[in-house]
């Protein structure tokens, strides 16, 4: 039996994405060639987080799309910005509006300026794409993660995660000033 939220947000993707799938039973994170409608320029990322996918297109009506993870309620990020910079395993310092939301998650970080290097252990994982708003950073990022199993679900700060061997392909693919929408 199809549940009501998995009804919603196959909805959604179809109704964005013509040609992608309707009934969509089964969440599958694999990296694929889809069809997209024509609107959307080669070049562009696109992702509908209540269907947990991130769209890269790649020609005219045609894109990549991979399975991701997205902001819990009320943390998402909606609307345009543009890959502003790109690290390979970069580093990470949760803001300070995550500390004062978990600080049993991070506490470590609280009252002190330590940044966590990059590596396996680092959330940002493989590789980060920064987003920005009119030449500022948004503090949202697509980037890997070191929890693959929470692909598929909204459990991020805001942030759009990919596995690392996904964001890893996605990095090759898009330069600086990749202009991402975020439905």
């Not at 009506?61 to 819990?72: F, H, L, M, P």
């Not at 991070?106 to 590789?127: D, H, M, S, T, V």
């Not at 500022?136 to 942030?159: A, E, L, M, Q």
Request: glycine share 10%; net charge positive.
């Amino acid at each position: 039996m199809i549940s009501r939220r998995l009804f919603l947000a196959t909805s959604a993707a179809a109704a964005a994405l013509p040609g992608v799938g309707a009934a969509q039973e089964d969440f599958d994170p694999t990296p694929q060639m889809v069809r997209i409608r024509k609107e959307f320029e080669p070049g562009q990322i696109l992702v509908l987080p209540r269907s947990y996918y991130l769209y890269y297109v790649t020609e005219p009506r045609k894109a990549v799309r991979y399975g991701v993870g997205v902001g819990r309620a009320g943390l998402e990020f909606t609307g345009s910005a543009v890959i502003g910079a790109k690290r390979e395993w970069p580093s990470w310092r949760p803001t300070d509006e995550m500390i004062e939301r978990s600080p049993r998650t991070y506490g470590r970080f609280a009252g002190n300026k330590y940044i966590q290097p990059g590596g396996p252990e680092n959330p940002l994982g493989a590789r980060a794409l920064y987003l920005f708003q009119n030449g500022v950073d948004t503090y949202f990022r697509i980037h890997g993660t070191n929890k693959p199993d929470t692909i598929g679900s909204s459990v991020s700060n805001g942030c759009i995660r990919l596995r690392n061997e996904h964001v890893v392909d996605l990095y090759e693919r898009v330069p600086v000033g990749t202009i991402v929408t975020v439905l």
